[in-house]
């Protein structure tokens, strides 16, 4: 094994003295074992004695770092035949461990092992002759010999797509610190990731062992958070908490791998224009040269990209997941709201914000789900009603059937498909039509009532304005003139844009308005269109509109400047409505990419839609479609499907 460096950090601490003592604290090793590179942390998890050993003198007199496979053969004895199985399922399983640990092998076992050096292996210890200061899962590690220290390995990843701020790592003080570790030849972002050997699922750890990415708007114990702005990312101190509903994840096991990229405060950005204090996270579907979507680009993205990654939270206050989960094509959701503590997490309109979880198959979507959504009941009963809005499915996708090749008929196929699942079929209807009919505005305004676009046409644009302007803007822009002589930090167009339309605005009475209208529709929506809920299914409804048909959107293409989001159409239902919002890939569609100038594919995803907090009936739907092969995991890369 090759030890690239021994990272050294000076920390200088102001005191009282004339000069400060020299600190010097080790953020841990580099090593490289055939053509792959870990991270090896500073503090190890165990103390092999290696005094009573009868290999002790030979281990001190060979390499200082060993890389070890520990096993577990508590039942008894341990032979070759032992070996070839741990071997087997150990190369099947993990990412981490490579036969390169089976230089030292440790096994835990009450007798001495019948097992000789030989096959690379050079040193065999046992439980039964060295102790170990404590209780270790099986898996790989690297063992310092003088000391007997054992330390985990955790594998580097390269982030290719530039996904994310930095990599984190435990600081073993139930915080994190940015990792300090770099793979030759990579020039970007590394990402630890821990032996998945090292983990074991259970009812009240669901998620162990589960690397997940986390945008970089939640606060993390030790970690400075950034909102995509430089200026914010260097104005305040690293948080000294760890916001709640990561937390519910960490309890559950998950382990935090990275910050991902988020466009900036929040807001909707377009690559590449409008990413102007980071660089846009690249999209890894078919010429990779796509727009990522926004605000949850690097979440989106690095599920996309990374097989080495399970999950990435995002949030979604106006599309921050559901666009990211469409144009990368995996599952990804907007829950309803309030599902999840919001505390610690930076706001773009509290009356709206979200917090969702991408992944790349619909059953460990739900076990995050189930578990992440924890006020929430399980369902697994589903509606009957299907509804299919016409007016949001486009007048082409009613031509009978819709033409082949295009992403109307994979829709179409998909949605066949789920009529036979559910022994039903869907209900066409407009909901211009259906609104201009029931709305509760028709007694309390005019009949007919003004249609939905002037009822929400500001509303989304009013509240994230002034909600922002007066929790995130004011408050850090007068914290950085305050200290930095006056000046005023930089603002992407995006958010520049939208604080200054609300600058011009009334917040009192614009607020209060747009609260109104945005009731109003979901009154509307909950009540009338999804006909409210029962107790077997949940919701009595499913609503489904297009997400991601497989458009391009080049991310070389110059745009023209950001105006503030008004308007209203099918996907800003859920914002107002308080429902969840998921987002289920179909199909991918072929495109001939103006980049590779050769046919490449684009994801087609579909929106599901249901009654406020009946999310983990949604989740369950999912799993149960999968099964049934209806659904089908993504892989990553530039095709969705193998
Ligand atoms: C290892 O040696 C120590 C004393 O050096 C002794 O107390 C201990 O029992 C020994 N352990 C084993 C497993 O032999
Ligand atoms: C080495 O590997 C071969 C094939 O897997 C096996 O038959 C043999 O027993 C191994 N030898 C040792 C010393 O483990
Ligand atoms: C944590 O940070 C907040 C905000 O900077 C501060 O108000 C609080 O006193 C800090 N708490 C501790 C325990 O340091
Ligand atoms: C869910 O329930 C837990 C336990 O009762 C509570 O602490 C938490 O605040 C609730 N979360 C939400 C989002 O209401
Ligand atoms: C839905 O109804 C509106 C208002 O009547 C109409 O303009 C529109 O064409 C309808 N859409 C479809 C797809 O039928
Ligand atoms: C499907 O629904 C029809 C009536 O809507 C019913 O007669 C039939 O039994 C159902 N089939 C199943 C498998 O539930
Ligand atoms: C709206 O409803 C009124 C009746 O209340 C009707 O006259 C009008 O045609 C409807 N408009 C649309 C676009 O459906
Ligand atoms: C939406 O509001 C903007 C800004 O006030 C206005 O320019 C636009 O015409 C409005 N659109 C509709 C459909 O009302
Ligand atoms: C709210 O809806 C009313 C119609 O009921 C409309 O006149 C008004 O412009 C809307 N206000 C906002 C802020 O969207
Ligand atoms: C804002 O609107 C409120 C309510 O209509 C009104 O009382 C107040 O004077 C307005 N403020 C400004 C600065 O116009
Ligand atoms: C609405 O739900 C009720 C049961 O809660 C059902 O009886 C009724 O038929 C449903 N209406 C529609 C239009 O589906
Ligand atoms: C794709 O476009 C390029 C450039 O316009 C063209 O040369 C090529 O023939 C096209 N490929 C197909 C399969 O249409």
Redesign the pocket.
């Known amino acids: 094994m090759q030890l690239l460096s021994t990272v050294l950090v000076a920390l200088v601490f102001s005191g009282t003295r004339l000069a400060d003592a020299l600190q010097i604290s080790s953020a841990g090793m580099t090593a490289l074992l055939g053509s792959v590179a870990y991270h090896v942390a500073p503090t190890p998890v165990a103390t092999l004695s290696l005094s009573n050993s009868s290999e002790a003198a030979s281990l001190k007199s060979g390499e200082t770092f060993v890389p070890f496979t520990f096993v577990d053969a508590s039942g008894g004895s341990f032979g070759p035949g032992d070996l070839a199985s741990v071997v087997a399922k150990n190369a099947a399983s993990d990412d981490v461990w490579s036969p390169n640990f089976l230089t030292g092998l440790y096994i835990s076992s009450a007798a001495a092992p019948s097992l000789s050096p030989g096959n690379g292996t050079e040193i065999i210890l046992s439980s039964s002759d060295t102790p170990l200061s404590a209780s270790i899962p099986p898996g790989p590690y690297i063992v310092n010999t003088v000391t007997g220290n054992v330390f985990e390995a955790w594998r580097l990843y390269s982030d290719e797509n530039q996904a994310f701020l930095y990599g984190t790592v435990p600081d073993g003080e139930g915080g994190f610190t940015e990792l300090d570790a770099n793979i030759d030849g990579a020039a970007t972002v590394s990402v630890a990731v821990p032996s998945r050997l090292y983990f074991t699922p259970t009812a009240e750890k669901p998620l162990a062992g589960a690397r997940i990415a986390v945008k970089d708007i939640y606060d993390l114990q030790g970690l400075r958070t950034g909102c995509g702005s430089r200026a914010y990312f260097h104005q305040y101190p690293p948080k000294n908490t760890t916001c709640p509903a990561i937390q519910r994840l960490i309890d559950g096991g998950a382990i935090i791998v990275a910050k991902a990229k988020t466009s900036q405060f929040a807001n909707g950005e377009t690559a590449t224009d409008d990413w102007v204090d980071y660089h846009a996270p690249y999209n890894p579907r078919g010429d990779g040269y796509q727009d990522g979507s926004s605000s949850s680009t690097g979440s989106g993205t690095s599920i996309a990209a990374y097989s080495w990654l399970d999950y990435a939270v995002g949030s979604d206050t106006g599309g921050s997941m559901r666009g990211p989960a469409g144009v990368n094509g995996v599952f990804g959701n907007r829950p309803s709201h309030g599902a999840v503590p919001l505390t610690d997490v930076m706001p773009l309109a509290p009356e709206l914000d979200s917090g969702g979880i991408f992944a790349r198959d619909a059953k460990s979507w739900q076990v995050a789900g189930n578990w992440w959504y924890q006020n929430f009941t399980q369902f697994n009963k589903y509606p009957s009603t299907i509804l299919f809005p016409v007016d949001a499915w486009g007048s082409s996708f009613l031509t009978d059937p819709p033409k082949a090749g295009t992403a109307d008929a994979m829709f179409n196929t998909f949605i066949q498909k789920l009529e036979g699942f559910l022994n039903t079929s869907r209900t066409e209807f407009n909901l211009t039509t259906m609104w201009n009919a029931t709305s509760p505005l028709i007694a309390n305004v005019s009949n007919p009532p003004p249609p939905l676009r002037t009822v929400l046409n500001t509303t989304y644009a009013d509240l994230i304005a002034l909600d922002q302007i007066s929790l995130v803007a004011d408050p850090f822009i007068a914290d950085y003139k305050a200290s930095h002589a006056g000046q005023s930090p930089f603002i992407d167009p995006v958010p520049l844009a939208r604080w200054t339309y609300g600058r011009t605005l ?4 614009r607020k209060a308005e747009a609260i109104t209208n945005k009731t109003v529709l979901m009154n509307w929506f909950q009540n009338t269109v999804l006909n409210g809920t029962n107790d077997e299914t949940c919701s009595n409804a499913i609503f489904l509109y297009p997400q991601s048909s497989g458009k391009t959107n080049y991310r070389n293409a110059y745009l023209d400047p950001p105006t503030p989001p008004f308007g209203f159409s099918t996907d800003t239902i859920a914002i107002y409505a308080e429902t969840p919002d998921m987002v289920v890939p179909v199909g991918e569609l072929p495109y001939n990419s103006t980049i590779s100038l050769t046919i490449e594919t684009l994801p087609v995803t579909i929106s599901f839609v249901a009654q406020k907090n009946c999310d983990l009936m949604l989740f369950s739907l999912f799993a149960a479609l999968q099964d049934a092969g209806i659904v089908s995991p993504v892989v990553t890369g530039q095709k969705m499907f193998a």
């Open positions: 009334n917040a009192t009475e």
